[in-house]
């Protein structure tokens, strides 16, 4: 499906296996029980989407607009984002396995509760992104900025960052981050 859009409506129960939405504006649409196998996603409009107990499977969105979109409860297997634009998004209760996210901007995406084992934040924009809840174990920041980010130490037990991404989230153990005057 190349161009247009579909109107911000309720889809029950479809699925969609090995298509292509390039530059659809899908922005409000509202899917129930919706599966995508295969899909991909190029230059579209999901602003304000709200997919409940969605299954991806094998899923790609580039270069896509997210703002604001919700998948409570949803099934992730093999999914990547790249250069998607997700602030406000909300991810609750989402159980993902390889899940890749390049490049995206997530700033005060909601990821609480959700199921995130060895997800790969790769260049991500995380500031105010919240993840209390989740499950991180290995999953890998680093090469993103996590100023910001909202996180606890439970969540980040197992999850791989940088030397210079510490300074970050010193916050977290009330830690104050400061150089030494050179006439101290």
Known sequence: MEGGSLDAGTLQTVSFEGCVFREVNLSGVAWNLIRLK?????????????WTEAALERVQFTDCRLTG??????????VRLTRALAPLSLWPEVDSKHLWLE???????????????????????LGKTEFHG???????????????????????????????QLLELAHLLGVRVQELPENA
Not at 69 to 78: E, I, K, S, T
Not at 140 to 150: E, T, Y
């Open 38 to 50: 295969d899909v991909r996603f190029e230059g579209c409009d999901l602003s304000g989407a709200r």
């Open 69 to 78: 979109l919700q998948l409570p409860g949803a099934v992730l297997r093999h």
């Open 103 to 125: 490049d995206c901007d997530l700033t005060e995406a909601v990821f609480m509760d959700a199921k995130l084992p060895g997800a790969v934040f790769r260049a991500c924009v």
């Open 134 to 164: 989740a499950g991180l174990e290995g999953a890998d920041l680093r090469g993103s900025d996590l100023q910001g980010v909202r996180v606890g130490l439970r969540e980040l037990a197992g999850v791989s960052v940088e030397p210079v």
